[in-house]
C-alpha cells in the first residue's frame, strides 16, 4: 500500500516570490510520482510527473520538482509565481506494474496575493 | 470528445434518493476510475475498471455504491439511498494502459452532487 502526506494545507505567498510545496510518501514497492494542479470549478490536470531518470523533472507553467529516495520526497517548487497559478495541488503515487491506481495527497492550497 | 466528459456537472437530491453520475472517457482509454472529493479533502478513491477485468471496488464506501462500465467506454456511478455525508464531488478519470503506460490520469470537471 502506498500513501502521501502533503505537509502544508495551505501555502500564502506573494507574487513573484518562490514557493515549494511539500510532498512525503511511503510505499513498499516502486511508484511514478506525480504532481497535479487544480483550478477553482477545474478538474486536475497534470503539471509534472517522474517515471526514471533524472531525479529532477521539468513540468508546465515553470513548475519543477525533486525526487529524493532517500527521504521519500518529492517537493514542488517555482522560482517566481504568479497570480496565476493560485490553485490546489495534489501530490500522487503510482505503484509500478500491478493495478496502477494512483494514491494521493489531502492538496495543498497556494495562495499568491498581489 | 477530446477529454473525460461527465455529467450532470450538478445535482442537488433529497436525502433518500437514489443518482446516477456518468462518466465518458477519452477513445481509447482502457483504464477507469472513480474518486470522490468531499470539501477541503483530498482524492478518495472509489473504484477502477481496467479493459474486461473484474473492476476493483476496494474504495466503494458502503453497498449503496456501485458502478458499472460498458466495454471500454462509458461508466455509470449510482448511489443509492443517497446520505448528506454522500455530498461531494465525484471525479472520473481514465488512463491509457498497456506496455507504455506511465499511471497518468485524465481527470473530467466533476459532478458536484448535494444531499439535502
Known amino acids: 500500500a502506498q500513501s502521501v502526506t502533503q505537509l502544508d494545507s495551505q501555502v500564502p505567498v506573494f507574487e513573484e516570490a518562490p514557493v515549494e510545496l511539500r510532498c512525503n510518501y511511503s510505499?513498499?514497492?516502486?511508484?511514478?510520482l506525480f504532481w497535479y494542479v487544480q483550478y477553482p470549478n477545474q478538474g486536475l490536470q497534470l503539471l509534472l510527473k517522474?517515471?526514471?531518470?533524472?531525479?529532477l523533472v521539468k513540468g508546465i507553467n515553470g513548475f519543477e520538482a525533486e525526487f529524493n529516495k532517500s527521504q521519500t520526497s518529492f517537493h514542488l517548487r517555482k522560482p517566481s509565481v504568479h497570480i496565476s497559478d493560485t490553485a490546489e495541488y495534489f501530490c500522487?503515487?503510482?505503484?509500478?506494474?500491478?493495478?496502477?491506481?494512483?494514491?494521493f495527497g489531502r492538496g495543498t492550497s497556494l495562495i499568491v496575493h498581489p | 470528445g477530446a477529454g473525460v466528459s461527465q455529467s450532470p456537472s450538478n445535482k442537488v437530491t433529497e436525502k433518500g434518493k437514489d443518482v446516477e453520475l456518468r462518466c465518458d472517457p477519452i477513445?481509447?482509454?482502457?483504464?477507469l476510475y472513480w474518486y470522490r472529493q468531499r470539501l477541503g479533502q483530498g482524492l478518495e478513491f472509489l473504484i477502477y475498471?481496467?479493459?474486461?477485468?473484474?473492476?476493483?471496488k476496494s474504495g466503494l464506501p458502503s453497498d449503496r455504491f456501485s458502478a458499472e462500465r460498458t466495454g471500454e467506454s462509458v461508466s455509470t456511478l449510482t448511489i443509492q439511498r443517497t446520505q448528506q455525508e454522500d455530498s461531494a464531488v465525484y471525479l472520473c478519470?481514465?488512463?491509457?494502459?498497456?506496455?507504455?503506460?506511465?499511471?497518468?490520469?485524465?481527470f473530467g470537471e466533476g459532478s458536484r452532487l448535494t444531499v439535502l
Open positions: 478519470a481514465s488512463s491509457l494502459m498497456g506496455g507504455s503506460n506511465t499511471g497518468e490520469l485524465f
Open positions: 510505499s513498499s514497492v516502486s511508484v511514478y
Open positions: 517522474y517515471l526514471s531518470g533524472s531525479t
Open positions: 500522487a503515487v503510482s505503484p509500478l506494474g500491478g493495478s496502477y491506481i494512483p494514491t
Open positions: 477513445s481509447g482509454h482502457t483504464a
Open positions: 475498471f481496467q479493459g474486461n477485468s473484474a473492476p476493483d
